[in-house]
């Protein structure tokens, strides 16, 4: 029986991340995944929606050549080859983290990881089984899609956001159940394809933790750009008509039913416990996710969770920031985990991204604050580049003048976003960053105006 110091169940970013810096740490590590590397977000989440938004990114910018003095004929677009971009730019990434896992002298187990009790860990293949002692567990399981119970949500041409992302025909007509960040994104890349989309969310509004202003900004453009968005609206089945799938849906008005060559249910996604068996453990769940403290650390002595197993914020980069303070508690190095500033990025177009408390959270909590906004289209990068929609949006303390959240839709929206999360993270205020010189012509000038107009000096804002 090998034996180890930490042993990590599931490969993707809080897995392998965990032990990778597990063996910085000077531990000895193994790693048990049965698929690809990477896990959900880079196999079948973040990095193939991501080529596949900048392939939608490059055809809307094609279509727009003539007003870049650009002319183009015979333009089109081949989706299968679409698809193998995506799928060539996955792989080189899993052989990158591949590589990363054998320089940094992690053992790895291709397999499915079995816990049943504290101290081991079976790799179970379709030839053998090992049993690997282990003076530490990391479980990082991930998760699946989440499939709610919609009578005919099995009929063939009902997708999961796995299934998608395998296909290799554009669907002409396509219906979204679900209008968080996984249904806009997809409801994005298709309309920016030519598929006719619906999106239907159950909720008052589309992406519900976002700053109420800015879906009150970008929901109009996505209606704009040829979406139908319907909230408030319930699904109550699916069944095949003929060659279409026929979406019962209900709202105020009553009941009618939209037709598409394609449904996609997009309702977000549950904690995978495979192989885990909680109840052996003594491992306590909420709602499916394992419980931890703010170490990371299980009910259980020597047995920690990170990523979406345990819950919460379900996004790559805090799994991988749960991946390093687990592998840090194994080591005995005394680390927390801190979510008070955790940046959000949204890829639809636009884009959207955001961090710290939206302005209906300083409402509630009764802060006294202020707002600053800078709209794209006073600005000069953004204006040579023919993206003007959108505008940066600051909140800060009314009298102490720091910085309590901060959204942006618009043009490198994902990418504006961590200046203001430093911001945020260290308590600084609108004229830290103001004060702070941004080069131009740029896109963070944007910000650094936004920051101005907290004590009303915008210099390009009349």
Not at 90 to 114: D, W
Not at 345 to 374: D, N, W
Request: contains cysteine.
């Amino acid at each position: 029986m090998d034996r180890y110091n930490v042993v990590v169940v599931g490969g993707g970013p809080g897995g392998y991340v965990a032990a990778i810096k597990a063996a910085q740490l000077g531990l000895k590590v193994a790693l048990v995944e049965k698929e690809a590397l990477g896990g959900t977000c880079l196999n079948w989440g973040c990095i193939p929606t991501k080529a596949l938004v900048k392939s939608a990114e490059v055809w809307r910018e094609m279509q727009r050549a003539a007003e870049y003095g650009l002319s183009a004929a015979g333009l089109s677009f081949d989706y299968a080859r679409v698809m193998e971009r995506k799928n060539a730019v996955v792989t080189t990434l899993v052989k990158g983290i591949e590589q990363l896992v054998k320089s940094n002298k992690v053992t790895l187990y291709r397999g499915s990881g079995e816990i049943v009790e504290a101290g081991k860990v079976t790799v179970r293949t379709s030839e053998k089984l090992e049993v690997l002692a282990t003076d530490n567990i990391i479980i990082a399981t991930g998760s699946s899609p989440a499939h709610p119970p919609i009578p005919g949500s099995d009929l063939p041409g009902v997708m999961t956001s796995d299934d998608a992302l395998a296909q290799t025909k554009l669907p002409e007509r396509v219906i979204i159940i679900g209008g968080g960040i996984i249904g806009l994104e997809f409801a994005s890349i298709y309309n920016s394809f030519g598929s006719k989309v619906s999106v239907v969310e159950m909720l008052p509004t589309i992406l519900p933790p976002v700053d109420e202003e800015m879906v009150r900004r970008v929901g109009p453009l996505f209606k704009r750009a040829g979406m139908e968005i319907l909230t408030k609206t319930a699904v109550k089945g699916i069944a095949r008509e003929g060659s279409e799938l026929a979406v019962t849906v209900e709202d105020a008005n009553g009941p009618k039913v939209l037709l598409g060559e394609q449904v996609l249910i997009a309702t977000g996604r549950r904690p995978a416990l495979t192989g885990v068996d909680w109840q052996a453990l003594g491992l306590k769940l909420e709602r499916g996710a394992i419980v931890v403290n703010d170490k990371l650390e299980t009910g259980i002595p020597g047995i920690y969770a990170v990523g979406d197993a345990i819950g919460g914020i379900m996004l790559a980069h805090v799994a991988s920031a749960e991946g390093v303070v687990a592998a840090e508690n194994c080591a005995g190095v005394q680390s927390t985990i801190d979510y008070r500033v955790v940046p959000s990025c949204i890829f639809t177009y636009p884009e959207l991204a955001g961090v710290g408390m939206t302005e209906q959270e300083v409402k509630t909590a009764t802060i006294p604050y202020k707002v600053s906004k800078f709209p794209f289209s006073a600005n000069g990068k953004a204006l040579a580049m023919g993206e003007t929609l959108g505008t940066v949006k600051l909140i800060a303390h009314a009298t102490s003048g720091v910085l309590l959240g901060a959204h942006i839709m618009g043009p490198g929206a994902t990418d504006l976003v961590h200046e203001l999360a430093l911001a945020v993270k260290q308590g600084l205020s609108g004229e830290d960053i103001a004060h702070t010189i941004h080069a131009h012509p740029t896109l963070s000038e944007a910000v650094m105006e936004a920051a101005e107009g907290l004590s009303g000096k915008a210099i390009h804002l009349a």
